[in-house]
């Protein structure tokens, strides 16, 4: 599906799992998913990114994934959208608790 970003300024300061929105994160927001899960993003370009669920969305057709600005940077430095593959990997997969 196709991921886009989402910034502190065009989303408001608050997630909806409570927590600041942060640009320098690696979080995303998916439409399923626990609070704190976190997933593997794969771009088509070969460059992948793990980010936290921390909020929902996206709420526009055919967009799977809305992530941070440092997650999509990771991916891809110019692009506002990108197609991407998304795995989910579960509570504390890769980062430390």
């Given at each position: 599906?196709?991921?886009?970003y ?14 600041r ?21 794969v ?12 909020d ?7 967009r799977?994934?809305d ?10 430095s ?15 997969a890769?980062?430390p608790?």
């Open positions: 599906g196709m991921a886009s989402y910034t502190v300024s065009s989303s408001g300061r608050v997630t909806a799992s409570g927590e929105l942060r640009d320098d994160l690696m979080t995303c927001a998916m439409r399923e998913g626990e609070f704190g899960e976190e997933v593997l993003v771009a088509e370009n070969g460059n992948s990114v793990v980010c936290r669920i921390n929902r969305g996206p709420f526009v057709k055919n799977v994934i992530l941070s600005r440092a997650a999509m940077r990771q991916l891809d110019r692009a506002g959208l990108l197609p991407v593959k998304v795995f989910r990997l579960g509570r504390g890769l980062t608790n």
